[in-house]
């Protein structure tokens, strides 16, 4: 399984970006797909999950109501929406598939991991 994180890039306080991650090397859309993020001297954090159908999402109180996470199952894509950026979600940002069908939010229970695309949020 290869993950290919993309969209990362420098931008304002309250701006937006998208990241995207292609997977590659199984079958898509039969596996649940999260993003993370860690920021220089601190613990990689969860920060949204997608349910296999999409039907359905997880997401970290510190990002609720200002980021999107999505797929489309047809292009092998999973991608990460945020809004309202602000400073603190400064961090290079991942994402990672697992074998199992189930969702969840630890990232020790993902096996594949994409190698992280920095979001920088400054003025």
């Known amino acids: 399984v290869q993950l290919q994180a993309s969209g990362g890039g420098l931008v304002q306080p309250g701006g937006s970006l998208r990241l995207s991650c292609a997977a590659s090397g199984r079958t898509f859309s039969m596996y649940p797909m999260g993003w993370f993020r860690q920021a220089p001297g601190k613990e990689r954090e969860f920060v949204a999950a997608i349910f296999r159908s999409g039907d359905g999402a997880y997401y970290a109180d510190s990002v609720k109501g200002r980021f999107t996470i999505s797929r489309d199952n047809a292009k092998n894509t999973v991608y990460l929406q945020m809004n309202s950026l602000k400073p603190e979600d400064t961090a290079v940002y991942y994402c990672?598939?697992?074998?199992?069908?189930?969702?969840?939010?630890?990232?020790?229970?993902?096996?594949?991991w994409g190698q992280g695309t920095q979001v920088t949020v400054s003025s």
């Open positions: 990672a598939s697992r074998d199992s069908y189930r969702v969840t939010m630890r990232a020790g229970e993902y096996d594949y």
